[in-house]
């Protein structure tokens, strides 16, 4: 009864998250390859984390897993408390993984933290999934976890363009050089045109719809690094599913 109790506590938190003006963030972390059997149902993982970055003792945290090619992967694992701090690692004693998966390297554990004093745009949500966004040269535009101690409106917007230029370029170079991949898009806000061609005509409004696919479905997304123009283009030729706004 206990167990259920704190499981739905830590549900109604998550719940709660999405509300706007709250004071915390649920942030997901990848766990070590340390992972240990404490009892035949509760497993010891392991997070690394930057020093400026702090848990506190008894944080629950929830287990998911990280897309690997199979969708069915990318369920919850369990939950528990981090039971030891030791300087930059934290243990977490997991349990309840109700799953057919078992606990891996990479899996995504998820816990609130303070909210700091950065410009809460849409990059610090992607990367709260623990995302990395690449450009076509795999040079990353954010990194995962400083972006939540200095961020501001004006780097925000500065790495959208960056972002958005990659797309286009990433387009434009594929029409010059293989000019067979320009595949018509069949579904959605795009029928009609041309997978590259939209590429090359990337705008900001074009973005936010991409990201906000992503944030409100970002499992397979999650724990990963991506191309950006990749995974745009992906999302194009699937029709380009977006997030219906009340």
């Keep these: 009864m206990k167990k259920t109790l704190t499981f739905l506590l830590l549900i109604n938190s998550i719940i709660c998250l999405a509300q706007p003006d709250t004071s915390r963030v649920l942030r997901g972390f990848p766990i070590t390859d340390y992972i240990i059997d404490l009892t035949d149902s509760s497993k010891l ?23 690997d090619g ?11 408390k981090c039971q030891l701090m ?9 349990g309840n993984n109700e799953s057919k ?5 990479g899996d995504l ?3 609130f933290m303070a909210k700091t004093n950065i410009y809460d745009g849409i990059l610090p949500k992607l990367a709260s999934h623990f995302i990395r966004l690449q450009d076509v040269y795999e040079e990353p535009f954010y990194d995962r976890y400083l972006i939540f101690l200095k961020w501001t409106k004006t780097d925000e917007e500065k790495i959208l363009d960056s972002i958005i230029s990659d797309i286009k370029f990433t387009g434009n170079y594929f029409i010059e050089n293989n000019p067979s991949m320009d595949k018509p ?3 959605g806000k795009y029928t009609g045109k041309k997978t590259l061609t939209v590429m090359t005509e990337c705008s900001k409004t074009d973005l936010i719809y991409f990201f906000n696919y992503i944030i409100a479905r970002p499992r397979l997304y999650a724990g990963k690094e991506w191309k950006v123009s990749e995974i745009f283009a992906t999302w194009l030729s699937e029709g380009a599913p977006m997030v219906i706004s009340e």
Excluded: M, S, W
């Design 45 to 67: 993982v392991q997070l690394e984390i930057p020093d400026e970055i702090k848990l506190v003792e008894n944080q629950i945290g929830l287990l998911y897993g990280v897309y």
């Design 109 to 111: 554990l998820y816990t």
């Design 185 to 187: 898009i069949t579904t």
């Design 70 to 80: 199979n969708r069915e992967v990318t369920v919850q694992k369990g939950y528990g």
């Design 86 to 94: 030791k300087g930059n690692y934290y243990y977490f004693a997991i």
């Design 101 to 105: 998966y078992q606990i891996k390297e």
